[in-house]
Protein backbone atom coordinates (compact mmCIF):
# COMPACT_ATOMS: atom_id res chain seq x y z
CA UNK A 1 0.00 0.00 0.00
CA UNK A 2 1.58 3.68 -0.82
CA UNK A 3 1.41 6.28 1.64
CA UNK A 4 0.84 9.75 -0.10
CA UNK A 5 2.59 13.05 1.46
CA UNK A 6 1.73 16.80 0.06
CA UNK A 7 4.37 18.74 -0.51
CA UNK A 8 4.18 22.48 -0.79
CA UNK A 9 6.68 24.63 -3.13
CA UNK A 10 7.04 28.26 -2.90
CA UNK A 11 6.35 29.99 -6.35
CA UNK A 12 6.27 34.11 -8.04
CA UNK A 13 2.67 34.32 -8.35
CA UNK A 14 2.57 35.16 -12.39
CA UNK A 15 5.29 32.06 -12.49
CA UNK A 16 2.78 29.74 -11.56
CA UNK A 17 -0.22 31.49 -13.69
CA UNK A 18 1.84 31.77 -16.50
CA UNK A 19 2.99 27.81 -16.02
CA UNK A 20 -0.74 27.06 -15.09
CA UNK A 21 -2.33 28.46 -18.14
CA UNK A 22 0.59 26.74 -20.76
CA UNK A 23 -0.19 23.45 -18.48
CA UNK A 24 -3.52 23.37 -19.24
CA UNK A 25 -3.74 24.42 -22.54
CA UNK A 26 -1.21 22.31 -23.89
CA UNK A 27 -1.28 18.77 -22.31
CA UNK A 28 -4.45 19.22 -20.41
CA UNK A 29 -2.39 19.51 -16.87
CA UNK A 30 -2.59 21.12 -13.63
CA UNK A 31 0.43 22.12 -11.78
CA UNK A 32 0.02 19.46 -9.74
CA UNK A 33 -0.09 16.83 -11.89
CA UNK A 34 2.54 18.54 -13.50
CA UNK A 35 5.37 18.01 -10.74
CA UNK A 36 3.64 14.61 -9.73
CA UNK A 37 5.26 13.19 -13.14
CA UNK A 38 8.45 15.08 -12.79
CA UNK A 39 9.06 13.43 -9.31
CA UNK A 40 7.63 10.51 -10.44
CA UNK A 41 9.87 10.62 -13.81
CA UNK A 42 12.63 11.44 -11.42
CA UNK A 43 12.56 8.59 -9.10
CA UNK A 44 12.37 5.94 -11.62
CA UNK A 45 15.10 7.35 -13.93
CA UNK A 46 17.49 8.08 -11.09
CA UNK A 47 17.99 11.95 -13.16
CA UNK A 48 16.17 15.12 -14.21
CA UNK A 49 13.75 14.63 -16.76
CA UNK A 50 15.01 17.34 -18.95
CA UNK A 51 18.26 18.69 -19.73
CA UNK A 52 19.94 22.11 -18.92
CA UNK A 53 23.25 23.27 -19.37
CA UNK A 54 25.93 23.51 -16.59
CA UNK A 55 29.10 25.44 -17.35
CA UNK A 56 31.82 22.89 -17.22
CA UNK A 57 35.38 23.10 -15.55
CA UNK A 58 36.80 24.90 -18.04
CA UNK A 59 33.95 26.74 -18.83
CA UNK A 60 33.81 27.89 -15.24
CA UNK A 61 37.37 28.86 -15.14
CA UNK A 62 37.19 30.98 -18.23
CA UNK A 63 34.11 33.04 -16.40
CA UNK A 64 36.04 33.20 -13.57
CA UNK A 65 39.27 35.22 -15.49
CA UNK A 66 36.31 37.06 -17.46
CA UNK A 67 35.17 38.46 -14.04
CA UNK A 68 38.85 38.96 -12.32
CA UNK A 69 39.51 41.42 -16.00
CA UNK A 70 36.49 43.06 -15.55
CA UNK A 71 37.18 43.51 -12.10
CA UNK A 72 41.12 45.05 -13.04
CA UNK A 73 39.70 46.92 -15.19
CA UNK A 74 36.90 48.88 -13.10
CA UNK A 75 39.63 49.07 -10.29
CA UNK A 76 41.67 51.20 -13.12
CA UNK A 77 39.06 53.04 -14.12
CA UNK A 78 38.39 54.33 -10.61
CA UNK A 79 42.06 55.28 -9.89
CA UNK A 80 42.29 57.06 -13.19
CA UNK A 81 39.00 59.47 -12.25
CA UNK A 82 41.33 59.94 -8.61
Known amino acids: MSSKVSIQVRIDKNIKEQASKILEKHYGLSVSEAVRMLLTETAASKRLPF ?7 KTRAAMR ?16 KE
Do not use: G, K, Q, Y
Not at 66 to 77: K, V
Open 51 to 57: SFDVPNA
Open 65 to 80: EADRIIAARHRLAATM
